[in-house]
């Protein structure tokens, strides 16, 4: 009885800081003229003159449709749709193909690489306001950057797929996705992220060339990426999928437990599915060597073997739906324990009650980092409000 009550309670808490935290919060970045104001410092100041990331607006263009979907509210079809109108105009190139990476304050485009990452969210974000408003051109925008990526990206030799192209998909010598990446040929964050966005097309667009590539996508998720000793994901590869060393991400670790096992579930094959069960608990596994006696998870280890202790807001989210995961469907039952007390430390700690959305990261002794965005490329609503929507929907 005690564990239902401790789930009441959590499931109160999320709801209201979804409703009152971070919602609120994301709507002021929210640009009457089109789109999505681009930063939001630390300290609560917007930042009109900010560049547009292509992960952030398609982030936020997710967000906004799988809100819609699960709470029928006008307020978030809005949402949803200012966004999808400003992704498709101003992110979509029209004369190449494909997502640029970003825009100028004004909807100019500034550096038109085509990075993997951002189509795969081009895809993602397009497939769930089709699936939340049965919208014909998000659909038709979103198997086009599939036939793109399938066309230019893909390495039929190798298998898999290139980690950035020029805008006219020429090759490119810096392909990171951040300063804090490797340059190599191949990455795990961008072959995840392809597989995730794969996934939510095919379940609007059962397509059977598609499903060979979730299939492919998750064959190689457990033949290439993941460490076949440690069970922990390899970051970073050359064009033949040899290892560039790398280090360890405990949030990828963990998100991967359970994002690879919902995408085999979209598939719909019982062998899929439990395969990609079998390789779950082993990402399960190795992503709770980063758990901390208070509930959270440290970020990484560098590949010098330095430890980075901190503890960053998605790779918090990611702990709560992978516990949760472990505990429904990998006979975890520790699982559920342990999400009720990383919701505790992301309540406790990561939530900023006074000016809204939660801090980038906190110390290892919980002190906040007040000085990060609160909103900007790489800090987006994607992974805590899918946090929450996850936590509603598991408990239904």
């Given at each position: 009885m005690t564990g239902f009550i401790a789930t009441d309670a959590m499931i109160k808490d999320v709801n209201d800081v979804l409703e009152h935290n971070i919602l609120p919060f994301w709507d002021r970045l929210k640009d009457p003229a089109g789109g999505f104001f681009g930063q939001i410092a630390g300290d609560g100041t917007l930042i009109k003159d900010a560049p547009r990331g292509a992960v952030l607006n398609a982030r936020i263009l997710w967000t906004y449709s799988a809100l819609y979907r699960r709470f029928r509210r006008k307020e978030h079809l809005m949402a949803a749709v200012h966004a999808k109108d400003y992704f498709v105009e101003h992110f979509m190139d029209h004369k190449y193909g494909g997502v640029y990476w970003s825009l100028d304050a004004?909807?100019?485009?500034?550096?038109d690489k085509a990075q993997l990452y951002a189509q795969s969210f081009g895809i993602y974000a397009l497939a769930e306001f089709y699936a939340a408003?049965?919208?014909?051109?998000a659909l038709k925008a979103a198997v086009n950057i599939y036939h793109i990526v399938e066309r230019h990206f893909a390495d039929p030799v190798n298998g898999g797929y290139i980690e950035a192209l020029g805008r006219d998909f020429e090759p490119l010598q810096d392909m990171r996705l951040s300063e804090h990446d490797v340059n190599c040929q191949k990455t795990m964050n961008s072959h995840l992220h392809l597989l995730e966005g794969y996934a939510a097309l095919f379940r609007i667009w059962p397509d059977p060339g598609l499903?060979?590539?979730?299939e492919a996508l998750l064959e190689l998720l457990g033949t290439r990426i993941i460490n076949p000793e440690t069970g922990h994901l390899e970051l970073y590869f050359d064009k033949d999928w040899t290892v560039v060393p790398g280090g360890i991400s405990y949030g990828h670790d963990i998100e991967t437990s359970w994002l690879a096992l919902e995408c085999a579930m979209a598939v719909r094959s019982f062998d899929t599915v439990e395969r990609t069960r079998a390789l779950a608990r082993r990402l399960y596994a190795a992503g709770l060597e980063g758990l901390q006696p208070d509930g959270s998870l440290t970020y990484e280890v560098k590949a010098t073997g330095e430890a980075d202790n901190s503890r960053q807001w998605w790779v918090q989210a990611e702990s709560v739906v992978g516990n949760l995961w472990a505990w429904k469907y990998l006979s975890e039952p520790e699982g559920y324990v342990r999400a009720v007390k990383a919701w505790e430390y992301i309540s406790h700690h990561l939530v900023d009650r006074e000016?809204?959305?939660?801090?980038?990261?906190?110390?290892a002794s919980g002190s906040p980092d007040r000085s990060s965005d609160k909103a900007g490329e790489w800090k987006c609503p994607y992974h805590n409000v899918r946090m929450c929507l996850q936590v509603i929907g598991i408990f239904d």
């Open positions: 004004k909807g100019k485009r500034r550096v408003t049965g919208d014909d051109e499903r060979k590539r979730v000016g809204g959305e939660w801090w980038w990261s906190c110390d």
